[in-house]
């Protein structure tokens, strides 16, 4: 008489729908199994009913595990009646050893399970974004502590050195801010202007990505430090027409092929810093050597030969365009515009491991620049020096010329023909036949003197050939 | 020992205003990363949602998260939550797949 009850939990649906009547029979038979198996169908029918609400594959599957335990509580009753009739139920698997004491209890699939483990894979991705959070805040705050402590100790020189200090541009007026513009969470920068010698100074705080857990993370395996670049904008008055760079021997090479103007003008390899009384590791890339000598006065080598550590690169021009632009229709039309300018970049020591205190040691490049700056203005070339520095601008450009020749032909026919179909089009849509006529003619009495114009032209050049 | 080292080097009367670099003719100097993070961002989520996978959609949270620690600080912040708020919505779906 179990088929009979096998029959019931056949049809999915009223498995939900069982009461305490159904198993009527199996409490005449003995309390125990009855207690076991009355336990299993309402907890079963609880979390088996939800899925059927929501979806239909979810309750297939939920039917065929419920069907799975009926059959073992089968099992379990059949090991009772085994007692009473062995041969009626050969054959039948008994895969449970004691039907009183265990009950299989099916693995609910994790989907379906409301404890902590089935979200593990939640917990440990919001750990994460915690953790991203938490280094945001922290490194965040670090490196406006960093920008904060740099300014306080550079804030007397500059005042003392430049009228504005501090600027970002939108105010009317032109007043000292006072502080630095923020970028980024990790770029700061401040402009400082008002003074001889120059037209301003950009001071950039570039310091590393503390902010970005990734960043940090990159970082423990290629080593980087925070960086202050200064550029130093000039007026044409402030500086004799010459390109310099000295720095580290990585620096310099890089910048020899990425720069613009050191491209143009130092073609020679960097020279070794040794020949001038500064430390071997610093090279030197310029126009020509009287600029060199010019350039590493005492007081300069000085400066280089304490705070080697720390410079990363000068780079002193007159051609200054910044690094080479690449461009896909091959040259530029266009020589780049040019600004005088002297570029300084430090690195601040510590390779990232930098504290608030630290930032004193970079006041004595400050005083190089400001050093610098006046020492540019006095710096003028002899007569030689002149010729060859103005020799050097003519052949870059004319080579510049050469190369972009066809194209601005090109470029030039180009805008002809526009020309000539916006009149087209002009007449075109004139509405008025009389006016319409009258252009056309216009236009073409145009064609016709350019046309003898040319032909002027020709017979000119014909003539001054005899 | 000229009168210049003395001399205040300050000119009120040379001030020129702060312009930010146009960075439209230096490509080079702009940071690419919060861009690409944010285009990563709203990729991963869309597949998430489509394709119903849940990692997706948490590297799009994360995308979002980097782009926004990366970003400049003259960019609209709105933007910036649109792009968090698209990837948290789908996220936060319980899906049956993983």
Redesign the interface.
């Known amino acids: 008489f179990m088929g009979r009850y096998n029959d019931d939990f056949d049809d999915g649906e009223d498995i939900a729908e069982f009461d305490d009547n159904d198993f009527a029979e199996f409490e005449d038979v003995s309390e125990d199994p009855a207690v076991d198996v009355e336990k299993e169908p309402p907890p079963r029918a609880a979390p088996s009913s939800t899925p059927i609400e929501d979806?239909e594959d979810e309750a297939t599957v939920e039917n065929e595990d419920g069907q799975d335990e009926f059959e073992d509580a089968d099992a379990q009753d059949q090991d009772m009646y085994s007692k009473y009739d062995n041969e009626e139920f050969e054959g039948y698997e008994k895969t449970n050893p004691s039907f009183k004491d265990t009950l299989i209890y099916r693995e609910v699939p994790a989907?379906l399970q409301n404890s902590w483990e089935s979200y593990y894979?939640e917990i440990l991705?919001v750990t994460?974004?915690l953790a991203?959070?938490m280094n945001?805040i922290i490194g965040k705050n670090k490196n406006s502590r960093l920008a904060q402590a740099w300014f306080n100790s550079h804030r007397e020189l500059l005042e003392?050195?430049?009228?504005?200090v501090g600027?970002?541009?939108t105010s009317k007026e032109?007043t000292s801010t006072g502080k630095l513009?923020?970028?980024?969470?990790h770029i700061y920068n401040l402009?400082c202007?008002?003074?001889?010698?120059c037209?301003?100074m950009?001071i950039q705080l570039k310091f590393l990505?503390r902010?970005?857990?990734?960043n940090v993370l990159a970082r423990m395996m290629r080593p980087a430090c925070d960086q202050v670049q200064v550029k130093v904008t000039l007026n044409d008055e402030d500086m004799d027409t010459f390109v310099f760079a000295v720095g580290s021997r990585k620096a310099m090479a890089r910048l020899q092929k990425e720069m613009q103007d050191l491209c143009e003008f130092c073609g020679d390899k960097p020279k070794s810093g040794a020949k001038y009384g500064i430390p071997e590791s610093l090279a030197i890339l310029s126009e020509m050597g009287e600029v060199t000598d010019g350039v590493m006065d005492n007081k300069m080598v000085h400066y280089l030969t304490s705070h080697a550590d720390k410079i990363e690169s000068i780079h002193f021009s007159d051609q200054f365009s910044?690094?080479k632009?690449m461009q896909e229709e091959g040259q530029p039309l266009k020589l780049p515009e040019t600004k005088k300018t002297l570029l300084f970049t430090f690195n601040v020591p510590g390779m990232g491991n930098t504290s608030p205190k630290d930032m004193d040691i970079l006041l004595p490049l400050m005083n190089m620049v400001i050093y610098s700056i006046?020492k540019v203005k006095k710096l003028r070339l002899n007569r030689e020096g002149k010729q060859k520095a103005d020799r050097n601008r003519a052949r870059v450009e004319e080579n510049f010329l050469k190369q972009t020749h066809t194209q601005r032909q090109e470029a030039a026919q180009t805008r002809r023909e526009e020309k000539k179909r916006a009149e087209k089009e002009r007449i075109m849509n004139e509405e008025d036949p009389d006016r319409q006529r009258r252009l056309e003619e216009a236009a073409q009495r145009r064609e016709q003197k350019k046309l003898e114009k040319k032909q002027m032209k020709m017979k000119q050049i014909k003539v001054k050939a005899m | 020992m000229t009168v210049n080292n003395m001399a205040d080097p300050r000119r009120p009367n040379k001030i020129f205003r702060y312009k930010p670099p146009n960075t439209e003719t230096n490509p080079t100097l702009e940071d690419p990363t919060p861009d690409y993070m944010n285009l990563l961002g709203m990729i991963f989520s869309m597949c998430g949602l489509m394709l119903k996978l849940k990692w997706c959609a948490w590297i799009a949270v994360y995308c979002s998260f980097i782009s926004f620690a990366n970003s400049r600080s003259s960019e609209d912040t709105k933007q910036m939550m649109s792009s968090f708020i698209i990837s948290d919505i789908s996220s936060t779906q319980r899906n049956p797949q993983m």
């Open positions: 979806d989907h894979m991705m994460g974004l991203y959070i945001y003392s050195n430049f009228a504005l600027d970002d541009g032109a513009n923020q970028e980024n969470e402009w202007s008002g003074r001889v010698c037209e301003g950009l990505k902010q970005d857990l990734l910044g690094p632009v006046d």
